[in-house]
């Protein structure tokens, strides 16, 4: 437990130094839309890529490959709650569909995958990427739509990560041997991304006044579910029913914050920012105590 509260610690450390450097003057909103731009098209995709062509070999799909089926059905059900929670919390359309979003996706892309790598190295990633892959379609097509009032279209899931984890699956399954000078490049642009995305988190949080955040209560029930509810239900549903391997997997993602999507989508497009701001501030925050304690009671670690 110790282990992962000092390693949940070193990201969030990049995220006060995101807030202390906007909240200072030093950076602004501006920059932390070219740093979200970088995580998108360059530090994930090449984190994402490296992974998969490097591990996704034909004998690692043999024994996976049931595991995205199971992952589908998971996100099937926690979407199905989501929506009704959604409905129920959220005193207009809109807020409610922030609610159910981020009860959906939570940020794995950006602080889950860099918490798994360092704590359990680069199969439990890839374990862990492939688990996710539904929700990250679900991320990009429905939930987009969802949070930006747009309609769904087949060009959402033309996004630099799904075309980064297909280039990777087809090197993986085809063992293609990759340039020296590739291969490093694309582990120095992996490197970055964890730092990038925490500090993105800590100038996306600092660009609201906390006390206007934080007075909603439906935010704290919001919160709550996702950091303790979720985790706890669908790790302990898989660990009775399929394995406590997979079950360790699905909490590594179900254990996360909410995602910084929830601004970042609404954002792009006009919208109120203001529920998923104050989400990813809380829930940011909170997993601090609640992903050692969820870990530990799972043995990941």
Same mark, same amino acid.
């Given at each position: 437990?110790?282990?992962?509260?000092?390693?949940?610690?070193?990201?969030?450390?990049?995220?006060?130094?995101?807030?202390?450097?906007?909240?200072?003057?030093?950076?602004?909103?501006?920059?932390?839309?070219?740093?979200?731009?970088?995580?998108?098209?360059?530090?994930?995709? *090449?984190?994402?890529?490296?992974?998969?062509? #490097?591990?996704?070999?034909?004998?690692?799909?043999?024994?996976?490959?049931?595991?995205?089926?199971?992952?589908?059905?998971?996100?099937?059900?926690?979407?199905?709650? #989501?929506?009704?929670?959604?409905?129920?919390?959220?005193?207009?359309?809109?807020?409610?569909?922030?609610?159910?979003?981020?009860?959906?996706?939570?940020?794995?892309?950006?602080?889950?995958?860099?918490?798994?790598?360092?704590?359990?190295?680069?199969?439990?990633?890839?374990?862990?990427?492939?688990?996710?892959?539904?929700?990250?379609?679900?991320?990009?097509?429905?939930?987009?739509?969802?949070?930006?009032?747009?309609?769904?279209?087949?060009?959402?899931?033309?996004?630099?990560?799904?075309?980064?984890?297909?280039?990777?699956?087809?090197?993986?399954?085809?063992?293609?041997?990759?340039?020296?000078?590739?291969?490093?490049?694309?582990?120095?642009?992996?490197? *970055?991304?964890?730092?990038? #995305?925490?500090?993105?988190?800590?100038?996306?949080?600092?660009?609201y006044q906390f006390a206007a955040l934080l007075t909603n209560w439906r935010v704290y029930v919001v919160t709550a579910i996702r950091l303790f509810v979720l985790p706890l239900a669908v790790g302990g549903a898989l660990w009775y029913l399929v394995s406590p391997a997979v079950a360790q997997t699905a909490v590594l993602i179900y254990a996360m914050p909410c995602g910084l999507n929830s601004v970042v989508f609404p954002k792009s497009v006009g919208e109120n920012c203001t529920y998923g701001a104050s989400l990813a501030l809380l829930s940011s925050v909170?997993? *601090?105590?609640?992903?050692?304690?969820?870990?530990?009671?799972?043995?990941?670690?």
């Amino acid at each position: 437990m110790i282990v992962v509260f000092e390693q949940v610690l070193v990201l969030f450390l990049f995220a006060a130094a995101g807030f202390v450097l906007t909240r200072s003057g030093v950076v602004n909103g501006e920059h932390g839309g070219l740093l979200s731009k970088l995580l998108v098209y360059v530090f994930l995709p *090449c984190n994402v890529f490296k992974t998969f062509s #490097a591990r996704f070999t034909v004998e690692y799909l043999r024994v996976h490959g049931m595991e995205m089926l199971l992952s589908l059905a998971v996100l099937v059900a926690v979407a199905v709650a #989501a929506h009704f929670v959604g409905r129920l919390l959220g005193r207009e359309r809109y807020e409610g569909q922030v609610y159910e979003y981020s009860l959906v996706v939570p940020n794995a892309g950006y602080m889950g995958y860099a918490l798994a790598e360092s704590l359990l190295g680069s199969t439990a990633l890839l374990n862990m990427m492939l688990f996710n892959l539904p929700v990250s379609v679900y991320t990009y097509t429905i939930g987009f739509c969802m949070l930006t009032k747009r309609k769904l279209t087949f060009r959402k899931l033309c996004n630099p990560v799904i075309i980064a984890m297909l280039l990777g699956t087809a090197a993986g399954l085809l063992s293609l041997p990759l340039p020296a000078v590739l291969t490093e490049a694309l582990g120095t642009a992996a490197g *970055c991304m964890a730092p990038a #995305a925490m500090l993105l988190t800590g100038i996306v949080v600092a660009g609201y006044q906390f006390a206007a955040l934080l007075t909603n209560w439906r935010v704290y029930v919001v919160t709550a579910i996702r950091l303790f509810v979720l985790p706890l239900a669908v790790g302990g549903a898989l660990w009775y029913l399929v394995s406590p391997a997979v079950a360790q997997t699905a909490v590594l993602i179900y254990a996360m914050p909410c995602g910084l999507n929830s601004v970042v989508f609404p954002k792009s497009v006009g919208e109120n920012c203001t529920y998923g701001a104050s989400l990813a501030l809380l829930s940011s925050v909170c997993a *601090c105590v609640s992903i050692p304690l969820v870990f530990a009671l799972f043995g990941i670690g």
